[in-house]
């Protein structure tokens, strides 16, 4: 008998059919012997919903109301989902966070899980109950309900199964794995039937939103083995097909096979751009302008310093574009402070990232990514790379057209 926890997102808990789609695949898997715990988003929409509402009433809304009213969402599919369950015949019991004691920190709207309480589960799992447990959500040291930010209910299906000690924690979703890209954009995207955790985090960090990343690490630390896999088959496929469908996120060491050199293409829409010109080239600059966005909590990805000319120099970096025009001001203000010429923005551009652990044995993988790039006359605004990655900053018109020729240069498409 196997202990497993089933994450079912937005879209796979949609529609009162769709619940009841859910309800007879985790039947089945009950029926087969083993102990199951359930994890639903909120329905498709629902959350967005929800922020909107929030949104309307107060333009930044005081974030612990926010997230009393994000997390409602997951409140009612948890009831809907018990109740399915029921209706088959399965003994289902539906929790909150607050209830199972999902013990998260104070951070609003983007909580961490500090620790999870299991002996209500426990219980539940040994009387051959089906414990349905609200994702997304938790509750801080004060009794406040948190929320895990967007996507979430990842991560609290995979630290539940951290906490169980679970087989397996498996995330259905509306595609059937993770893709070399993704599938919206190019149709010829094709499934990994397994990629690495190393991969997979740099994969869910430059963009592609298939696992939240906080989940992958998540996993990755605490050895959870994780695989993605569809909630549109249909519910009765047999059990041995539905075991070994999807993407196995897998441990590099325990692979044997060769590894494909780039296992994925993964694009970001949520950046933007802030140039400083004319900067005096001097000790203490870069931690002039940077001091006071760390400062304003706002997170840095890429940095670009160019070598100075005449003793002075242009400073790139890049924010999320919900925090352009704080960086903005903040960058304004510090310009005439250091003695640099001016500041411009641009929150028109996207990253594009390939991704392989094969990177580290191939050379010339990224000549190959910037002439496929140029080849398409599409300018190149940063680059960074490290181990296992490189990511070009281009703009965001190009976007779909570099990720569609970046697959294809690379062979994404056909079978490796
Ligand atoms: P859920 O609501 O089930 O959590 P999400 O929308 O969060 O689903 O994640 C699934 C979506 O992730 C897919 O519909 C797909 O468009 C997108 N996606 C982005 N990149 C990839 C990828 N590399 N492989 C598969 N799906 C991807
Ligand atoms: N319902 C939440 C969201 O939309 C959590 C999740 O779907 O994982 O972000
Ligand atoms: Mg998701």
Same mark, same amino acid.
């Not at 929790?95 to 951070?107: I, K, N, P």
């Not at 299991?118 to 929320?147: C, H, K, M, S, Y």
């Not at 149709?187 to 994969?203: G, V």
């Given at each position: 008998?196997?202990?497993?926890?089933?994450?079912?997102?937005?879209?796979?808990?949609?529609?009162?059919?769709?619940? *009841?789609? %859910? #309800?007879?695949?985790?039947?089945?898997? &009950? @029926?087969?012997?083993?102990?199951?715990? /359930?994890?639903?988003? $909120?329905?498709?929409?629902?959350?967005?919903?929800?922020?909107?509402?929030?949104?309307?009433?107060?333009?930044?809304?005081?974030?612990?109301?926010?997230?009393?009213?994000?997390?409602?969402?997951?409140?009612?599919?948890?009831?809907?989902?018990?109740?399915?369950?029921?209706?088959?015949?399965?003994?289902?019991?539906?929790?909150?966070?607050?209830?199972?004691?999902?013990?998260?920190?104070?951070?609003?709207?983007?909580? *961490?899980? %500090? #620790?999870?309480?299991?002996?209500?589960? &426990? @219980?539940?799992?040994?009387?051959?109950? /089906?414990?349905?447990? $609200?994702?997304?959500?938790?509750?801080?040291?004060?009794?406040?309900?948190?929320?895990?930010?967007?996507?979430?209910?990842?991560?609290?299906?995979?630290?539940?199964?951290?906490?169980?000690?679970?087989?397996?924690?498996?995330?259905?979703?509306?595609?059937?794995?993770?893709?070399?890209?993704?599938?919206?954009?190019?149709?010829?995207?094709?499934?990994?039937?397994?990629?690495?955790?190393?991969?997979?985090?740099?994969?869910?960090?430059?963009?592609?939103?298939?696992?939240?990343? &906080?989940?992958?690490?998540?996993?990755?630390?605490?050895?959870?083995?994780?695989?993605?896999?569809?909630?549109?088959?249909?519910?009765?496929?047999?059990?041995?097909?539905?075991?070994?469908?999807?993407?196995?996120?897998?441990?590099?060491?325990?692979?044997?096979?060769?590894?494909?050199?780039?296992?994925?293409?993964?694009?970001?829409?949520?950046?933007?751009?802030?140039?400083?010109?004319?900067?005096?080239?001097?000790?203490?600059?870069?931690?002039?302008?940077?001091?006071?966005?760390?400062?304003?909590?706002?997170?840095?990805?890429?940095?670009?310093?160019?070598?100075?000319?005449?003793?002075?120099?242009?400073?790139?970096?890049?924010?999320?574009?919900?925090?352009?025009?704080?960086?903005?001001?903040?960058?304004?203000?510090?310009?005439?402070?250091?003695?640099?010429?001016?500041?411009?923005?641009?929150?028109?551009?996207?990253?594009?990232?390939?991704?392989?652990?094969?990177?580290?044995?191939?050379?010339?993988?990224?000549?190959?990514?910037?002439?496929?790039?140029?080849?398409?006359?599409?300018?190149?605004?940063?680059?960074?790379?490290?181990?296992?990655?490189?990511?070009?900053?281009?703009?965001?018109?190009?976007?779909?057209?570099?990720?569609?020729?970046?697959?294809?240069?690379?062979?994404?498409?056909?079978?490796?």
């Amino acid at each position: 008998m196997a202990l497993i926890v089933q994450k079912f997102g937005g879209t796979s808990v949609g529609s009162v059919e769709r619940i *009841r789609n %859910v #309800a007879m695949r985790v039947a089945k898997w &009950r @029926a087969a012997g083993n102990q199951v715990v /359930v994890v639903p988003s $909120a329905m498709a929409g629902e959350t967005n919903r929800l922020l909107a509402l929030a949104r309307e009433i107060q333009p930044n809304p005081n974030p612990r109301e926010l997230d009393v009213v994000a997390s409602t969402g997951e409140q009612v599919t948890i009831g809907l989902l018990a109740m399915a369950l029921t209706e088959l015949g399965v003994k289902a019991r539906s929790y909150t966070g607050a209830q199972v004691r999902v013990l998260t920190d104070s951070a609003f709207t983007k909580s *961490r899980i %500090v #620790a999870i309480d299991q002996d209500r589960l &426990r @219980a539940d799992l040994e009387a051959g109950i /089906v414990p349905v447990v $609200a994702g997304f959500q938790g509750i801080d040291a004060e009794g406040n309900i948190t929320t895990l930010g967007r996507g979430g209910s990842d991560t609290s299906a995979v630290a539940l199964a951290a906490t169980l000690k679970a087989d397996e924690c498996q995330i259905y979703t509306d595609v059937d794995g993770v893709y070399t890209t993704d599938p919206r954009i190019v149709p010829e995207a094709r499934r990994l039937k397994t990629i690495t955790f190393e991969e997979m985090l740099e994969m869910a960090s430059l963009g592609s939103k298939v696992l939240q990343i &906080r989940s992958v690490e998540f996993a990755g630390k605490s050895r959870v083995r994780l695989r993605v896999l569809s909630s549109l088959t249909p519910p009765d496929l047999p059990i041995d097909e539905e075991a070994v469908s999807g993407t196995l996120i897998t441990f590099e060491e325990d692979e044997n096979m060769e590894q494909a050199t780039i296992s994925g293409v993964a694009f970001n829409r949520d950046e933007a751009k802030i140039t400083v010109t004319g900067v005096p080239d001097r000790p203490g600059i870069a931690y002039a302008i940077l001091g006071p966005i760390a400062d304003a909590n706002v997170d840095v990805d890429m940095i670009i310093q160019n070598a100075s000319v005449a003793g002075f120099t242009d400073f790139s970096f890049t924010v999320h574009r919900n925090d352009y025009d704080k960086a903005m001001s903040i960058v304004r203000k510090v310009t005439p402070e250091i003695g640099a010429k001016d500041v411009v923005g641009d929150n028109r551009i996207c990253k594009v990232s390939m991704v392989g652990v094969g990177m580290r044995s191939h050379v010339g993988i990224a000549s190959q990514m910037f002439r496929t790039l140029a080849e398409e006359g599409i300018n190149i605004e940063m680059i960074s790379t490290s181990e296992i990655k490189i990511s070009a900053v281009v703009n965001e018109k190009y976007l779909e057209l570099a990720v569609r020729v970046l697959h294809r240069a690379f062979s994404l498409d056909q079978p490796q």
